[in-house]
Nanobody
Framework: HVQLVESGGDSVQAGGSLRLSCEVS????????MAWYRQVPGKERELVAD???????NYDDSVRGRFTISEDKNKNILYLQMNSLKLEDTAMYYC??????????????WGQGTQVTVS
């Protein structure tokens, strides 16, 4: 049974930082796609960042240079370090995973989300 549990969401002032965590169970992060998405009510869910099996990291243009995706494969935890937060970063953030070696447009496994509010 695969579970992805996000944490670390909070309310923060613009310019601040947060680190999101995603604890993964029932699924090996090694050799898999791991990703962070976000969604604002009334809008499509959008990819924030992902990392595939060869370590390639992709970022949405809106977060490149401010956000960093990383993994602790020994602990099976995915992170998203978010710096220089902007009002437009306010969203529900979701962790996602797929056993494919590349990151598909709609990963198979999803967490429940953690809310980030920037004011």
């Amino acid at each position: 049974h695969v579970q992805l549990v996000e944490s670390g969401g909070d309310s923060v002032q613009a310019g601040g930082s947060l680190r999101l965590s995603c604890e993964v169970s029932g699924f090996l992060m090694r050799g898999a796609c791991m990703a962070w998405y976000r969604q604002v009510p009334g809008k499509e869910r959008e990819l924030v960042a992902d990392t595939d099996t060869d370590g390639t990291r992709n970022y949405d243009d809106s977060v490149r240079g401010r956000f960093t995706i990383s993994e602790d494969k020994n602990k099976n935890i995915l992170y998203l370090q978010m710096n220089s937060l902007k009002l437009e970063d306010t969203a529900m953030y979701y962790c996602a995973a797929d056993a494919l070696w590349y990151c598909p447009s709609n990963p198979k496994y999803w967490g429940q989300g953690t809310q980030v509010t920037v004011s």
